[in-house]
């Protein structure tokens, strides 16, 4: 049964469908091979028992059979969810996630909890409570973050698929790291109801896997509106497959945008692999025009501002008289409280909360959080006028590849800027994916990414179907899967 580890989601079902094996042998088979690879890579902080994973899924639905993980800060009933931290170490959901929920009704296997960043905050996935997730292409380089997990299992062959969050970059970073397919999708289309919050007016649920279509057929299980989350958007479900391999009857018009791809600020390989992909889709018949967005240079900036402004307003909750850890004894709740979130939240965590508060405090809020909310309107109109003359934005997903474990641990400010080219996309919520593109000279992947219009999300698949079909670099395999 080793043809099922790098399957195509399609390809399982047709096994399936064809009786060639069993949702029960695939769900095992995945299992194991979890248990056999995962303790070199990390990627997965609980794998679930069989037969509770088999009792709640339906029988029926486009995703019978087909196994896949969650990220650790989307709420699954009667199973932990503990955000990587150990200030919910031990906290059991009571709930459903809509995401979860729609899963489970489509027949999915929902086989465990995948490792990431503490409260989805970091781009490395090195500051879990619990473990570090190395990347499968080299282990002494990191997944990525704040889903590396997610994207690590995946690109492993762990799972065919997994759902990341993605508040500046979190879903696209980590595929891009591990050489898979990661879409944020617009914000609103994915309901966040059961999605542990970091930054609300940020935070979206996306979708990592290995193909185009793949990713395109989980999308259709969980988008549309959600009566549960006030800011879910009045949209339909539908099959976001439909359009895939459909010829283009217009000539359509990609913008490269020339100040994200600056010769010399991102790495060579990248530089040549993006410039390359352009070729691949002028080949396709896309017409090209470089364009810059000026404010896009403030992205990185104003989404550190606004994103820790909101973490230390949601992160506020976790004191230990609700749920999760509680720390001290008969001393005044002012100490309960700090006990308990002194060692429940780690260093990353608590560096956000205070950077959170100082920009929202009292004689600061105007100089930081105002401020970067007016950039914020300004990176939505560029986007918007912008889109009024090309129909999709190219850019690198990340300036450069996967790095060392502990490369930034003396310069945190450098490890923040690997949100500069995915963190616009968010503040303007619209949808963006990060599709393989090339290896760099280490034998890493590079990512590329597409961003698009407010609920553009068919027309990216589209063309990122295209382009994956004309090139191999999804087929290739990391060495450590």
Request: proline letters at 3%; charged letters at 25%.
């Amino acid at each position: 049964m080793k043809k099922l580890a790098f399957a195509t989601i399609k390809e399982l079902k047709e096994y399936i469908d064809k009786k060639e094996v069993s949702r029960e042998e695939v769900l095992s088979f995945f299992v194991k091979r979890i248990k056999d690879i995962d303790p070199k890579i990390g990627s997965t902080l609980e794998v679930f028992d069989e037969s509770s994973v088999l009792k709640n899924s339906a029988l029926k639905g486009n995703l019978v059979g087909i196994p896949g993980l969650l990220k650790d800060n989307i709420c699954q009933k009667d199973r932990i969810t503990s955000c990587a931290s150990k200030i919910l170490e031990n906290f059991v959901s009571p709930y459903d996630s809509t995401v979860s929920a729609r899963l489970k009704k489509d027949g999915a296997f929902l086989i465990g909890r995948a490792n990431c960043d503490e409260f989805a905050m970091g781009s490395s996935t090195e500051t879990s409570a619990f473990k570090k997730t190395a990347n499968p292409w080299n282990l002494d380089r990191v997944a990525g973050g704040s889903s590396g997990g997610s994207a690590a299992a995946v690109s492993a062959g762990l799972v065919p698929w997994a759902l990341g969050s993605d508040t500046g970059g979190s879903v696209r970073q980590p595929a891009a790291f591990c050489g898979v397919v990661g879409l944020k999708p617009t914000y609103g289309l994915v309901s966040r109801y059961g999605l542990v919050a970091y930054a609300s007016s940020l935070d979206q649920i996306g979708v990592i896997s290995r193909t185009v279509e793949d990713n395109a057929l989980v999308l259709s299980s969980i988008a549309g509106h959600d009566t549960h989350d006030s800011t879910s958007l009045s949209v339909s479900i539908k099959d976001y497959t439909q359009d895939l391999g459909k010829k283009f009857s217009d000539k359509l018009t990609i913008g490269i945008l020339e100040n994200e791809m600056e010769e010399g600020v991102i790495g060579d390989d990248v530089y040549k692999s993006l410039q390359d992909s352009i070729g691949v889709f002028e080949g396709l018949g896309f017409a090209t025009k470089r364009i810059c967005l000026p404010s896009l240079r403030y992205g990185a900036a104003t989404y550190f501002i606004l994103s820790r402004a909101e973490a230390a307003s949601n992160l506020a909750r976790y004191d230990g008289v609700r749920y999760g850890l509680r720390k001290g004894g008969n001393e005044q709740l002012k100490e309960m409280y700090r006990k308990t979130r002194h060692d429940g939240f780690g260093q990353e965590v608590k560096c956000r909360i205070l950077v959170g508060n100082y920009v929202l405090s009292v004689g600061h809020a105007g100089e930081f959080y105002a401020n970067a909310k007016k950039v914020q309107q300004l990176i939505r109109r560029e986007f918007q006028e912008a889109f009024k003359d090309i129909d999709i934005l190219m850019s690198p997903t990340q300036a450069m590849t996967a790095f060392k474990f502990g490369a930034y641990d003396d310069n945190k400010l450098q490890l923040d800027l690997c949100d500069e080219y995915t963190a616009p996309v968010n503040l303007a919520g619209m949808p963006a994916i990060s599709i393989p593109c090339g290896f760099d000279k280490n034998k890493l992947p590079i990512g590329l990414q597409l961003i698009g219009p407010h609920l553009s999300e068919c027309l990216l698949y589209r063309i990122a179907h295209a382009y994956e079909q004309e090139t191999k670099w999804h087929q290739y395999r990391p060495s450590n899967s």
